[in-house]
């Protein structure tokens, strides 16, 4: 299976930072990822898929790059609902294997 | 709109059996992949099973193969997971979710959690 490691597991960031989080796949996986919000008591919502299409709705403060291996989610600013936590997701092959969540935690 | 509603989880001794199922409205059904998710008591997500839209394509995670079995009944537009020899680590909160045609899942049921405890 592929395993998808994801970087930090948490974070703390202010309003108005921008934020990296990235996720490396163990071995190649074209552009087939997939960026999950999710928020406590809540199912994961998608973001960003094939590593750099925006799902709609999203606001375009959200950006995905990255293609093979090494992918990164980027918040260009953070907003106060956007703390939550994100998980990416291969979509390679069956069955998808999620990375392990990074947190993002008010300063 | 889409909705997606499982039911069937609860408490079971190891080693024990569930049935859990998804009941799906507002789209085709029949067209769409189907995702069983399961997350661990505060942690990550997994998926446990996919099933395609006809039912001819299975697959499971390592963790689960030969224990769960996903199937689907187009006709009633319901997913199920059966679950047999139930371990402590399968305790979590299982989501169905649907496929949008490999590129994500873009609806989500509430959840059913399932505790494996003696």
């Known amino acids: 299976a592929i395993q998808m490691t994801q970087s930090p597991s948490s974070l703390s960031a202010s309003v108005g930072d921008r934020v990296i989080i990235t996720c490396r796949a163990s071995?190649?996986?074209?552009?087939?990822l997939g960026w999950y919000q999710q928020k406590p008591g809540k199912a994961p919502k998608v973001l960003i898929y094939?590593?750099?299409y925006l799902y709609g709705g999203v606001p375009s403060r959200f950006s995905g790059s990255g293609s093979g291996t090494d992918f990164t989610l980027t918040i260009s600013s953070l907003q106060p609902e956007d703390f939550a936590t994100y998980y990416c997701?291969?979509?390679?092959?069956?069955?998808?294997?999620f990375g392990q969540g990074t947190k993002v935690e008010i300063k | 709109q889409v909705q997606l509603v499982e039911s069937g989880g609860g408490v079971v001794q190891p080693g024990g059996s569930l049935r859990l199922s998804c009941a799906a409205s507002?789209?085709?059904?029949?067209?769409?992949?189907m995702h069983w998710v399961r997350q661990f008591p505060g942690t990550g997500l997994e998926c446990v099973a996919f099933?395609?839209?006809?039912?001819?394509?299975?697959y499971y995670t390592e963790a689960v193969e030969g224990r769960f079995t996903i199937s689907r009944d187009n006709s009633k537009n319901t997913v199920s997971l059966q679950m047999n020899s139930l371990r402590h680590d399968d305790t979590a909160l299982y989501y169905c979710?649907?496929?949008?045609?490999?590129?994500?899942?873009?609806?989500w049921g509430q959840g059913t959690l399932v505790t494996v405890s003696s």
């Open positions: 507002g789209f085709t059904f029949s067209s769409y992949g």
């Open positions: 099933i395609g839209f006809d039912g001819s394509k299975k």
């Open positions: 979710a649907k496929e949008r045609s490999g590129w994500y899942l873009d609806d």
């Open positions: 071995q190649g996986i074209r552009n087939d």
């Open positions: 997701v291969q979509d390679h092959n069956y069955p998808w294997t």
């Open positions: 094939a590593a750099t």
